[in-house]
């Protein structure tokens, strides 16, 4: 690739003056309005917590009436049943309510949620219909109270955003603010859910926002931190799941180990991951209505049931038993196997739940089973390491893993080893597979999402660093078939290279300001005989500044469908500086690109360089150096 030729160097400022032309910068764009787009998201997060906690307890209510024949909303499992039919029939009379449901109420509630508030914010305007509000959260509690093996998060999350995109939708906002509280509202309610508001965060910034500034940060925090707040009183603020005990200094071959059990996350992630989708095509190839889907992924649930009834449900308490090192060989086995199972190949039929909880009762279970061989840290170490490992290379957001595990447990010296098996899982993950198990969904139904975040090149130069000279101007009084004629001339031969080069002619007044632009087309196909003058034929000039950003100036020709720009100075300076074109913000780009791919080195530590030799007087004295001497 050709090198680029670079954006001119503005060097240091020289005065007060000099660093005056850039003062009107700032490291962010900030309107006031992000105040109360802020403001309105506390209600959001009041109102995602309250639904968060209803989820919960509507959870718990059909657990309790389908497995166990009581109204309660104590939390139970179905495990707990003696009826081992209800294990096997129970997830599928499940299933069946859920495809009438979709079918009939409304499609969106199938899946896992994610996918689901992430289109919506791609190409549906982060619009969400009124009556998901109600039928996700209603159809998630029957799907996981069945006996369905998934977490109320996916639901929540699809919820709490239903809840900020409805409030959006009674007022006048812009499409960026209503994702903005939709994406306030999802993690509202995750963070009330696992009483992990940081993560929550971090989750709508990696997933959710595309995009990291104040103006979606702030209400985002505020919805998450109002949801918590909200959740304490009512199910407490402890950590959901015990400790691991983690000592606060390990033994230097724990930190290998975490290498090790970072690649086995990321390739139960890259099990987990297929199997999900391999399931979703398998079930496109049924000559049935999705409808009846669900319904046969009950079945399967209901089969992995009978080997393994505490692989169903949400299962925070099997969760809790691996991290504190207390689940037997037979449940840590049963749970990676049947759990794996089941979870991808129902969640495939278009059910109705989520990805976190399942991943966490496999991911702690594949630690537990390291454990096994692993050298003893605490008892649920590698339990810990390897759930955050999981979810780094299923969900693909390594930060967010590694704080949740960090929320849900409290176990802060376990940060440094989650950390390494988190990123070895996400290493593993981002090298073989294209999209993870949130936005394969996405790429499925015709659309791409990049999660990659970088800086524009465009906001890091300045114009003044791109922009050329102006060599031609008219004036106002001129006629518009004298500059005609002038311009034919040329392209005849004359004086072409510096009146054609130039697509864009500034016309000035008396006074040498700027009165408006003519382009070279209009002149060329003018008419000769065209009497008016070019004060009466230029039309309002778009025009920039020196030290104004060449993202500034970009937005500002998509804005007013144009391709050039007139550069003055500010203030009654008057007079033109330049102009800039779109092949001067592609120049700025190619620099970006040359320096993202162009390998080079520019300091060789050892090389053979050619010394002159040294003749003494008289032909004799010290020796003379050798040619081809190795020199640092």
Partial sequence: MQRPTRPKETGP?????????VAHLGDFHVLPRVAVITALAAPVGVIAALV??????????FTNLCFHGRLSFAQTTPAGTTHWWLLLFMPVVGGLVIGLMARYGSEKIRGHGMPEAIESILVGGSRVQPRLAVLKPVSSAISIGTGGPFGAEGPIIMTGGAVGSILAQFLRVTTDERKTLL???????????????????????ELLLFEWRPRSYLPVAVGAVTATLVRGPIL????????????????????????????????LALLATWLVYVSEDLFAKLPLHWMWWPAIGGAIIGVGGLFEPRALGVGYDVIDQLLTGRATVGLIIG???VKTLIWGLSLGSGT?????APMFMVGGALGAAEGLVFPSVSPGFWALVSLAGVLGGVMRSPLTGIVFCLELTHEMNALIPMVITASAAYLLSVIVLKRSVLTEKIARRGLHLSREYSVDPLEVHLVRQLETPVTVTFRTGGSASEATALLRAAHQGGDAERLLAQRLYPVLDEDGRLAGVVTRAELLHGSPDDPRPLGALARPAITAHPDETLRTIANRMAAHHITRVVIVPRGDAGGVEGILSLRHLLEARRVDLHEEQHAERLITPFRRTPRPSRTVAGGTGEPQPQEGQLTP
Avoid at 13 to 21: I, V, Y
Avoid at 236 to 265: D, E, K, N, R
Avoid at 352 to 356: Q, R
């Fill in 335 to 337: 749970i990676l196997v």
């Fill in 183 to 205: 994406v306030a509202g999802s993690a509202a309610g995750m963070a009330a859910t696992f009483n992990a508001p940081l993560a929550a965060i971090l989750l709508a910034v």
């Fill in 352 to 356: 109705s739940g989520g990805v976190l």
């Fill in 13 to 21: 400022p020289k005065s007060a003056a000099h660093l005056g032309k």
């Fill in 236 to 267: 407490g603020t402890a950590p959901l799941f015990g400790g691991a005990h983690v000592p606060a200094q390990l033994p230097m071959s724990a930190y290998g180990l975490c290498i090790v059990a970072g690649i086995g996350a990321g390739l």
């Fill in 52 to 61: 968060a906690v209803g989820l919960l307890k509507l959870i718990a209510l």
